[in-house]
């Protein structure tokens, strides 16, 4: 496919070259006989009325070329071309919603509606691939629900679903079935899937959702719409982007960035989009628990049947619903997180041990994992996936085969650690909105002593991107872009992150994707800075008060890492220097070998003495459970230039915030960088355990 896209473009690039010319040899001119998108349409009459939509609808407000000119030249498109029927099945759809008296393209009330109804069905029925030269054909679709990679050109996402009882069936987003005959049409341009019916993605919100779920009881969601009502949060969930952002961009407030590293600018994002997850507990799950019908539930009767449970004992139960402490407050925002998080991306499988991303039906291995901070009161909510679970599940903690030749798999799970599992199947009833996922669950969820006991006997090893709500809801987590990267201004008024401050306007501020360039990355993102870097980190609660350990990934690979000052504690605007400058390119491979790394024998005591020997000097190594490419046997730990910092060891309490600094301590700072790959926090009783000492995972 490639091939003919680089064939098209030289063509392209002949005749112009060839248009420019006076005198022209026309003996031998070859004549190219093959479709573009919009001449394979033209050709064939089912496609008529859409053609002639895409011949008025415009690429932009700014541009005045149509739709069907863009089909004409090169990139690459994945077209979901509607026939005449779809068209007329959804004009039909639009009589019943009372926003047209008749079915045809006349009885619009004004040009307005009309032009808007032509947009969405027009633009949300391609996808343009040009920046990342993807197209999709029917066998690289997305799993169920999974989620495109790429947007249509209306920004919006689609998916694709499966139906077990014909798996050669499928549909875009559930009602859009594609042609089982006249799928897979491949053209210069790119791929056309025929579609039955007209792509037309929700515009609705979480909260204006919610909103009408709570009267609507065939939803299944009615209860849990209703609470989140209560405590006040409807507001907040109908928001979709920052406006001012959007403003600024438009206006090139947020210039690209000429970095010396890449042969090309680095963009600053385009969007700076809001995001929600919804984990909701189902209709049918409170008629079972509390014996009544959904119409009859109310406010006292979940709050009553919490108080049984004993979930939230240090809650108070009074009127006012909008405090944090408040009872059903606590129990609602527990299942709200402030991102909206994908079905591929509920566990980001990367490059974890035994794992091969570029196998798009690879099986989990060892388990992946992820702790979001919820909304409301700031608590940590576990997203787990292992070969066990049989899918991803909310705070699942099995015990693990995690010895040092063993394979990190599940070696049992007891009923109150298997957690509550998430359907994401044909069946599941996932509602996809704008600026939010719901996920209907049927077990309930929440921050209960027992689970925070659970989080507080692990190690919580967080991706440095994961401390950012927007990275997830703007496409910058573990993009499917190989080597992309975005830059983020350093202006005080113009920060694009809420849990990160940059604090100095000579730091020039990075998100780097290692997608297909088998860096030693977890799950393939990092943060990298340059220049008088001088960036904050809000941190994510820990679970339980004790002393806990941060660490700091590092790899050393490249000769520009640099020298910075970490500070730490819970006044941001005084925190202090925790211990030495970290040197960022003092690695196990460092010579002389100051740190004591070597490489794993066969005698485990001895390897355990290298071990203490590295962390007397405030170092680990590497990570037994990441690889640096896919399905590699190399891991982290086998790395001499991936090591662990230890850089914090303090007591700290679930109830305080936590702030990290990186300031740079170095003269030439304009060429060494600051670099973090990733954090862990691992509570002492973990890290200092004679009995059981911490696994090399």
């Known amino acids: 496919m490639k091939n003919l896209f680089s064939f098209f473009r030289i063509f392209v690039l002949l005749l112009f070259v060839t248009s420019c010319t006076e005198n022209i040899d026309t003996s031998a001119r070859y004549v190219f006989t093959e479709h573009t998108i919009a001449s394979y349409l033209e050709d064939h009459s089912q496609f008529s009325e859409y053609v002639r939509l895409m011949k008025e609808q415009k690429v932009s407000e700014i541009s005045e070329t149509s739709v069907y000119q863009l089909m004409t030249a090169y990139g690459y498109y994945t077209c979901f071309a509607p026939t005449n029927?779809?068209?007329?099945?959804?004009?039909?759809?639009?009589?019943?919603?009372?926003?047209?008296?008749?079915?045809n393209w006349d009885a619009f009330p004004d040009q307005r509606t009309l032009d808007s109804i032509r947009s969405v069905l027009v633009l949300n029925s391609i996808l343009d691939g040009t920046k990342e030269e993807t197209v999709f054909y029917s066998a690289e679709f997305p799993r169920t629900n999974q989620e495109f990679s790429i947007n249509t050109m209306a920004d919006r996402k689609i998916s694709v679903t499966y139906y077990r009882q014909d798996p050669d069936s499928m549909a875009i987003d559930g009602i859009c079935p594609v042609s089982k005959k006249n799928r897979d049409i491949e053209t210069i341009n790119g791929f056309i899937h025929q579609v039955g019916y007209v792509i037309n993605p929700s515009n609705e919100t979480l909260g204006s959702t919610l909103h009408k779920y709570t009267i609507d009881y065939t939803s299944n969601l009615t209860v849990m719409s209703?609470?989140?009502?209560?405590?006040?949060?409807?507001?907040?969930?109908?928001?979709?982007?920052?406006?001012?952002?959007?403003?600024?961009?438009?206006?090139?407030?947020?210039?690209?960035?000429?970095?010396?590293?890449?042969?090309?600018?680095?963009?600053?994002?385009?969007?700076?989009?809001?995001?929600?997850?919804?984990?909701?507990?189902?209709?049918e799950f409170w008629e079972k628990e509390l014996g009544k019908d959904?119409?009859?539930?109310?406010?006292?009767?979940?709050?009553?049947?919490?108080?049984?449970?004993?979930?939230?004992?240090?809650?108070?139960r009074d009127g006012n619903y909008t405090n944090e402490n408040n009872l059903l407050n606590l129990f609602v925002t527990y299942h709200l997180l402030p991102q909206r998080i994908p079905v591929d991306k509920l566990a980001l499988h990367y490059n974890e041990k035994g794992f091969n991303y570029k196998n798009k039906n690879a099986a989990p291995t060892v388990p992946v994992w992820a702790h979001y901070v919820t909304m409301g009161k700031r608590r940590l909510l576990r997203i787990w996936e292992s070969a066990e679970s049989g899918g991803p599940c909310l705070n699942r903690f099995p015990k693990l085969n995690n010895g040092r030749h063993e394979d990190y798999h599940e070696k049992e799970c007891s009923d109150e650690n298997k957690g509550v599992f998430i359907n994401t199947d044909e069946t599941s009833g996932i509602i996809k909105l704008i600026n939010a996922i719901i996920y209907p669950i049927n077990g309930p969820i929440a921050y209960s002593e027992h689970v925070r006991n659970e989080l507080g006997k692990v190690r919580l090893r967080y991706d440095s991107w994961e401390f950012q709500p927007e990275a997830m809801n703007n496409d910058l987590r573990l993009t499917s872009?190989?080597?992309?990267?975005?830059?983020?201004?350093?202006?005080?008024?113009?920060?694009?992150?809420?849990?990160?401050?940059?604090?100095?306007?000579?730091?020039?501020?990075?998100?780097?994707?290692?997608?297909?360039?088998?860096?030693?990355?977890?799950?393939?993102?990092?943060?990298?800075?340059?220049?008088?870097?001088?960036?904050?980190?809000?941190l994510p609660p820990v679970p339980r008060a004790g002393i806990y350990e941060i660490r700091m990934g590092v790899s050393t690979y490249s000769g520009t890492r640099g020298i910075c000052q970490v500070y730490w504690g819970s006044r941001k605007d005084q925190l202090v220097a925790s211990g030495i400058p970290v040197n960022m390119q003092l690695g196990g491979n460092a010579v002389p070998n100051v740190l004591g790394w070597e490489k794993d024998t066969d005698d485990e005591d001895y390897d355990a003495e290298v071990d203490k020997k590295m962390r007397n000097n405030g170092f680990m190594k590497g990570p037994e459970y990441i690889v640096a490419s896919a399905?590699?046997?190399?891991?982290?730990?086998?790395?001499?230039?991936?090591?662990?910092?230890?850089?914090?060891?303090?007591?700290?309490?679930?109830?305080v915030v936590y702030y990290m600094r990186f300031k740079t301590v170095q003269p030439d700072y304009n060429t060494k960088q600051l670099f973090v790959d990733y954090l862990e926090w691992c509570p002492k009783e973990v890290y200092d355990n004679p009995e059981h000492p911490e696994d090399i995972w």
């Not at 029927?85 to 079915?103: C, F, N, T």
């Not at 983020?488 to 920060?495: A, C, G, L, R, Y």
Request: glycine share 6%.
């Open 481 to 538: 872009k190989t080597d992309a990267c975005w830059y983020f201004s350093s202006d005080p008024d113009k920060q694009y992150f809420d849990n990160m401050t940059v604090n100095s306007k000579q730091t020039r501020f990075m998100l780097l994707s290692g997608r297909d360039q088998s860096w030693p990355n977890y799950q393939g993102d990092e943060v990298l800075a340059e220049g008088v870097y001088d960036i904050t980190f809000t």
């Open 226 to 283: 209703k609470l989140v009502e209560i405590c006040g949060l409807i507001d907040t969930l109908t928001r979709v982007r920052d406006e001012r952002y959007e403003r600024l961009y438009r206006t090139g407030a947020f210039p690209s960035f000429n970095w010396q590293l890449r042969s090309w600018p680095i963009p600053p994002p385009e969007h700076r989009k809001y995001g929600f997850t919804f984990f909701a507990e189902t209709d």
């Open 85 to 103: 029927q779809a068209i007329q099945l959804y004009l039909d759809s639009l009589v019943i919603k009372g926003i047209i008296p008749e079915a």
């Open 631 to 655: 399905g590699g046997r190399e891991t982290n730990r086998m790395n001499a230039g991936s090591t662990r910092r230890i850089v914090v060891r303090e007591q700290m309490s679930p109830d």
């Open 294 to 316: 959904r119409r009859d539930i109310t406010k006292e009767d979940v709050m009553d049947w919490l108080e049984e449970q004993e979930f939230y004992p240090e809650a108070v």
